[in-house]
């Protein structure tokens, strides 16, 4: 296939997409702040009981009460 005839088809896909994105509608957002495990909730700020908790159960590599990381080989 001709490329410059994927990519038309690509941006028709494309805006075809992002104009049904108009019609759709979002409510009930719960917006976060900028500390971490904190959120903005029916206006004032609520800490996340059990943040910490969910944290450890999804961390892969863990040392009872802290998460174990590697630090990357780029940095």
Known sequence: ?????????????????GKELENVKISNLVKKSDEMGVRKERGGEKCDSDFRTIMLKNAPNKNDECIVLEKGAWV
């Open 1 to 17: 296939m001709d490329i410059e005839k994927i990519r038309a088809e690509a941006r028709e896909i494309l805006d075809k997409f």
